[in-house]
């Protein structure tokens, strides 16, 4: 089982950075992870994500942008997001895929089996 809970989100204007975090708590040893973002009357999409060796890979629209990276001390996953613009507003989910051996990235929703609530980012212009 895997819990997950996301802090950080807020309402920033455009060009300002916000930090999310998703703290993690579960009975497996290794995770891939993502972070997701959904707009409202849009699809779920992946914007970055960490396979179990650190291995990273990040949607192309937010290259440069957005930074995942994790604590594995803390148990946390965070985004680093700069420059923000007002097209980043959406709701915001950690996801993962828990399991006792190795696992790719991935920046499909299918590939993960745990989501977190979501935190909501506002970016005004």
């Known amino acids: 089982q895997v819990h997950l809970v996301e802090s950080g989100g807020g309402s920033v204007q455009a060009g300002g950075s916000l930090k999310l975090s998703c703290t993690v708590v579960?009975?497996?040893?290794?995770?891939?992870m993502a972070w997701f973002r959904q707009a409202p009357g849009t699809d779920r999409e992946g914007v970055a994500t960490?396979?179990?060796?650190?291995?990273?890979k990040y949607q192309d629209s937010v290259k440069g942008r957005f930074s995942i990276y994790r604590d594995d001390a803390k148990n946390t996953l965070y985004l680093q997001i700069n420059s923000l613009k007002p097209e980043d507003t959406a709701m915001y989910y950690c996801?993962?895929?828990?399991?006792?051996?190795?696992?790719?990235?991935?920046?499909?929703?299918?590939?993960?089996?745990?989501w977190g609530q979501g935190t909501q980012v506002a970016i005004s212009s």
């Open positions: 996801a993962a895929f828990g399991t006792d051996y190795s696992c790719d990235y991935s920046l499909e929703a299918y590939s993960y089996t745990y």
């Open positions: 579960s009975t497996y040893k290794n995770h891939c």
């Open positions: 960490i396979d179990s060796n650190g291995q990273i």
